[in-house]
């Protein structure tokens, strides 16, 4: 059988369903050639990312598809529905991506409440003139030990947020409309291991008491922060969004950073992806990242051997 991995994949991968008997093609493969490439060279499996789109059009030109492998946590770039009443496999590994979102997080987090966001734009163009006008400046951070996460979305990242920070000896309030309670086990060095159980909250009162939130929800039809959100928490709170775009209303957040409400973000997705809005990208007290939550070395490694093993299960 044939696979096209059309936006990569990698030699673990590769190697994988090589020892299966598979052939594995790596060439990117134009949007609008796909479909005369997949039929000319009887392509029985695609592999996506967010960039290639199959959509009801592709997969009905394609009689030969069996399976849809999508290296990513969105699979709004493929027509599921269609695909599997079609007796077409959709198939997508969104558990190999929770500890790099989650450390992305941190990432943020880590650079925020020591000013990095800010002071790595200073630094370059002024210290060697102001320095001393910077440290000044800058040596208000804080420390994470002992502050209050509020994890909004408890599924697997919002678990792996909560892993990293009671590590750090911070306090977890996780809200989740489907999570009633989750343990949390930490793995150490010596092989020990230490299972914290934490159970959900009202959002109303994460928001209250957290002194920093972080968004691990899928799509939704409507905003979940927005100006109502804002002012039901902390002054000086600080938000992190590797989730979704167009979850976090950005003008309200642009808002309430001018009023000190927020004293600082720290975004990996935007409404307008991939054109964010220039109030965000020029704004000092945001910590920007462009959508890299999921990427990894080691996470790409993971999906590419998750991936490999649900098609050979679906298809040998």
Same mark, same amino acid.
């Given at each position: 059988?044939?696979?096209?991995?059309?936006?990569?994949?990698?030699?673990?991968?590769?190697?994988?369903?090589?020892?299966?008997?598979?052939?594995?093609?790596?060439?990117?493969?134009?949007?609008?050639?796909?479909?005369?490439?997949?039929?000319?060279?009887?392509?029985?499996?695609?592999?996506?990312?967010?960039?290639?789109?199959?959509? #009801?059009?592709?997969?009905?030109?394609?009689?030969?598809?069996?399976?849809?492998?999508?290296?990513?946590?969105?699979?709004?770039?493929?027509?599921?529905?269609?695909?599997?009443?079609?007796?077409?496999?959709?198939?997508?590994?969104?558990?190999? &991506?929770?500890?790099?979102?989650?450390?992305?997080?941190? %990432?943020?987090?880590?650079?925020?409440? @020591?000013?990095?966001?800010?002071?790595?734009?200073?630094?370059?163009?002024?210290?060697?003139?102001?320095?001393?006008?910077?440290?000044?400046? &800058?040596?208000?951070?804080?420390?994470?030990?002992?502050?209050?996460?509020?994890?909004?979305?408890?599924? @697997?990242?919002?678990?792996?947020?909560?892993?990293?920070?009671?590590?750090?000896?911070?306090?977890?309030?996780? =809200?989740?409309? /489907?999570?009633?309670?989750?343990?949390?086990?930490?793995?150490?060095?010596?092989?020990?291991?230490?299972?914290?159980?934490?159970?959900?909250?009202?959002?109303?009162?994460?928001?209250?008491?957290?002194?920093?939130?972080?968004?691990?929800?899928?799509?939704?039809?409507?905003?979940?922060?927005?100006? =109502?959100?804002?002012?039901?928490?902390?002054?000086?709170?600080?938000?992190? =969004?590797?989730?979704?775009?167009?979850?976090?209303?950005?003008?309200?957040?642009?808002?309430?950073?001018?009023?000190? /409400?927020? #004293?600082?973000?720290?975004?990996?997705?935007?409404?307008?992806?991939?054109?964010?809005?220039?109030?965000?990208?020029? =704004?000092?007290?945001?910590?920007?990242?462009?959508?890299?939550?999921?990427?990894?070395?080691?996470?790409?490694?993971?999906? %590419?051997?998750?991936?490999?093993?649900?098609?050979?299960?679906?298809?040998?």
């Amino acid at each position: 059988m044939k696979i096209l991995a059309n936006d990569g994949i990698s030699q673990s991968g590769i190697d994988a369903l090589e020892e299966k008997g598979f052939e594995v093609i790596t060439m990117k493969v134009a949007q609008n050639q796909l479909e005369n490439y997949i039929n000319e060279n009887n392509i029985d499996v695609i592999l996506v990312k967010g960039s290639t789109q199959v959509r #009801q059009e592709l997969i009905e030109a394609c009689p030969s598809l069996k399976l849809i492998g999508c290296a990513s946590n969105n699979l709004d770039n493929i027509d599921i529905d269609f695909a599997e009443d079609n007796g077409v496999h959709v198939i997508n590994t969104p558990n190999s &991506y929770a500890n790099s979102v989650a450390e992305l997080v941190f %990432s943020h987090l880590f650079g925020m409440v @020591r000013f990095l966001h800010s002071s790595n734009r200073e630094m370059p163009l002024e210290g060697d003139s102001r320095f001393n006008d910077l440290k000044k400046a &800058y040596s208000q951070g804080v420390e994470l030990r002992g502050k209050t996460i509020g994890i909004i979305g408890f599924g @697997r990242v919002g678990q792996e947020v909560a892993k990293i920070a009671i590590g750090l000896g911070m306090h977890v309030l996780a =809200n989740d409309d /489907k999570v009633v309670n989750a343990p949390i086990t930490l793995e150490f060095f010596n092989g020990k291991k230490s299972t914290f159980t934490i159970d959900t909250i009202d959002k109303e009162e994460l928001l209250k008491e957290s002194d920093f939130i972080t968004l691990h929800i899928p799509e939704q039809d409507e905003y979940i922060i927005n100006k =109502n959100e804002f002012d039901k928490m902390k002054d000086g709170v600080g938000i992190i =969004n590797t989730a979704k775009g167009g979850i976090l209303n950005e003008v309200d957040l642009v808002s309430a950073i001018n009023s000190g /409400k927020v #004293q600082f973000a720290g975004l990996d997705v935007f409404e307008t992806e991939p054109t964010p809005a220039v109030q965000l990208l020029m =704004n000092p007290e945001i910590s920007l990242t462009p959508n890299i939550g999921s990427s990894t070395k080691e996470s790409q490694d993971r999906v %590419s051997l998750e991936l490999a093993k649900q098609i050979i299960t679906l298809l040998s």
